[in-house]
C-alpha cells in the first residue's frame, strides 16, 4: 500500500535531522569536516568529532546548525 504524504518536515536519512537543517560548516578550530549535532539533550549544539570543539547552544537543531555556521572563518 502507498504512504500518504506527511505534512511533517522531510527527514535527511543520513543525518535523521530535517531536510531544512543547512550543511553544518567545517571546524573553525582544526578544519576537521567530521562535525556533528548533538541532538540527544538540551540544549542542543554541534561538536567536532576531531577536536572535540564545541559550538553555541540552541534550543532547536536547525538553530544550532545555524548558529555553528555563522561563527568566525578562521584566518
Do not use: Y
Amino acid at each position: 500500500m502507498p504512504r500518504k504524504p506527511s505534512d511533517r518536515a522531510a527527514i535527511d536519512p543520513l543525518r535523521g535531522f530535517p531536510a531544512s537543517v543547512q550543511p553544518l560548516r567545517p571546524c573553525p578550530f582544526c578544519g576537521g569536516s567530521e562535525v556533528l549535532i548533538n541532538s540527544d539533550i538540551d540544549p542542543k549544539f554541534v561538536v567536532c568529532k576531531e577536536c572535540l570543539a564545541f559550538g553555541p547552544t540552541a534550543p532547536t537543531v536547525k538553530q544550532a546548525a545555524e548558529r555553528w555556521n555563522k561563527r568566525a572563518t578562521p584566518p
